[in-house]
């Protein structure tokens, strides 16, 4: 423990165990903490109220609020011993989605981007304890943050208390990578003053008001950060759709040649497509984005990108320890800003973002799924991807056209839940081909999906239903209503959605 990460002298005097800090937590409470995308979350204080849980046999339930996904640490080993009984507003942990999926956790799926003033606003009732992760805390007592800045900002606002877990596996030298700005609710609500995604609108340290800091604690867990698979055959023919695509793109004059800032969703497929980039003929391209993955790295080595900026770094951990041994350079060209920024649809529509998202399926009309499996069950959540989507200048989903070994098509007649309309989504691509879906109606949308997206094993039953209900069903948009799911209840009953020569689709 060091003392000297601490260099407001009055705020030595809150340091305190993990165990001491968690008795601030009371049954019942509303409980938010830092973090995003399994970054930056705090690693000693709900493992220690856990674990008095666990040695006094006395039952403790809170609400718990947080930017986005989190470590074991918060959902995992909360969700094994049952101690949430609200969750917002996105979460990516197994352990969390069974309890989610059973009905003993409430979960409240949203656009991230509507989460802090949901916050602010009340919405979900008010807040007791915020736990923030920081690297250090400056002589005038500000929070200086890990690697993610989530909804931090708004949680320390609005809190009645404040703990913070001083991290020392971070490096000090995080300090400066951060822009903390926070914009006012309506109606004194103004512009943000944001054109470009290297620019400074605000400050390297997040505020928190001294009288509320109640505990300091000092850890010293390490962040895990993902697991990423090899890059695979399917991922690179993905990657190579999306780069012929842009390259037309260019070449017909709708964006300049190092084409518009870009933002990636997360998890294996995006970030293989976006690291696809670096073999492209691209070169000082922007990235406006949420999370930046491994793939960010790639980028920056490769020369083809200038700049990132995100609301949080989720890196794996050979590309953490590769960032923290070349920091300071790394420095200059990341930038980690609040959800309500990175995420913000004025900002998006501004800069006029390309969007890659990935999809759990699609339908033969544009319309996408990325978070329920059969319609029911969440994955996920919806995360960002719809903050994007719906304002981008051009908006992708990314998916293999087969999942299970080919007992799954991703591309279905009518997808089981809807996440993005076919209104807000421009091109769908798989591993067969793009799918430029723009300016064309639904029975256009439905023949190319279908000839360009779907895989071969699939594509002449997609285009039967589709026959098929044009004919009995006609209208703007076909669809046999009691066939249109048949294919997921296919899936339910016998393991795959191919048709049995025995069955009738």
Known sequence: MSLERIRHAGLREKVVSAKDAAALIQDGMNIAISGFALAGNPKEVLPAMVKEIQNSGIRKKINLWTGASTGFEVDGLLAENDVVMRRFPYQSSKEMRQRINQGDVQYTDMHLS??????????????????????AITEEGEIVLTTAVGNSPTFVEVADRVIIEINETFPENLEGIHDIFQIADPPERMSIPLTHPDQRIGSPFLHVPLEKVKAIVFSNVPEKGPVFSPVEDVHQKIAGHLIDFLEGEVAIGRMPP???????????????VLAGLADSKFSHLRVYSEVLQDSILTLLESGKLDFASGCAINLSRDAMQKLYSNLDWYKGKLMLRPLEISNHPEVIRRLGLISMNTALEADIYGNVNSTHVLGSKIMNGIGGSGDFTRNAFLSFFFTESIAKQGSVSSIVPYVSHTDHTEHDVDVIITEQGAADLRGLSPRERALRIIHQCAHPDYRDALQDYFDRACRMSGGQT????????SWHTRFQKTGSMKENESDAL
């Open 258 to 272: 190092n084409l518009l800032p870009l933002q990636s969703g997360v998890g294996n497929v995006a970030n293989a």
């Open 478 to 485: 076909p669809h046999i209503l009691d066939q249109c799911f």
């Open 114 to 135: 509507m989460s802090p003033q949901s916050v602010r606003y009340g919405w979900w009732g008010h807040l007791d304890l915020a736990i923030i992760e920081a690297a």
